[in-house]
């Protein structure tokens, strides 16, 4: 069982920088899509940035801003927020799906609340 646990989360201020964490349980990055995703409040969960073997994705409301990567050795995903918009908002959760049958593991999430 795949276990994700994600940190970093916090408050600041309009156009400001922070870092999240996503530590996973055992090395999955082979054989695993890994992803970040967040809700603001009234709203539905909505896919931000992917990454699998060196390729990134990014959601059109997060290109340019936000950089998702990895560190192997760490088991650790991470997605870098610059340029903070009160709009960024919202519950930060953690995602693998593993490429060969689709099975997905969730973080239970970390808050970022970006003052105006």
């Known amino acids: 069982q795949v276990q994700l646990v994600e940190s970093g989360g916090g408050l600041v201020q309009n156009g400001g920088s922070l870092r999240l964490s996503c530590a996973a349980s055992?090395?999955?990055?082979?054989?695993?899509?890994m992803g970040w995703y967040r809700q603001a409040p009234g709203k539905q969960r909505e896919w931000a940035a992917s990454?699998?073997?060196?390729?990134?994705n990014y959601a059109n409301s997060v290109r340019g801003r936000f950089t998702i990567s990895r560190d192997t050795a760490k088991n650790t995903v991470y997605l870098q927020m610059n340029s903070l918009k009160p709009e960024d908002t919202a519950v930060y959760y953690c995602?693998?799906?593993?490429?060969?049958?689709?099975?997905?593991?969730w973080g239970q999430g970390t808050q970022v609340t970006v003052s105006s």
């Open positions: 990454i699998s073997s060196g390729t990134t």
């Open positions: 055992e090395n999955i990055f082979s054989i695993y899509v």
């Open positions: 995602k693998a799906r593993q490429i060969m049958n689709g099975a997905e593991y």
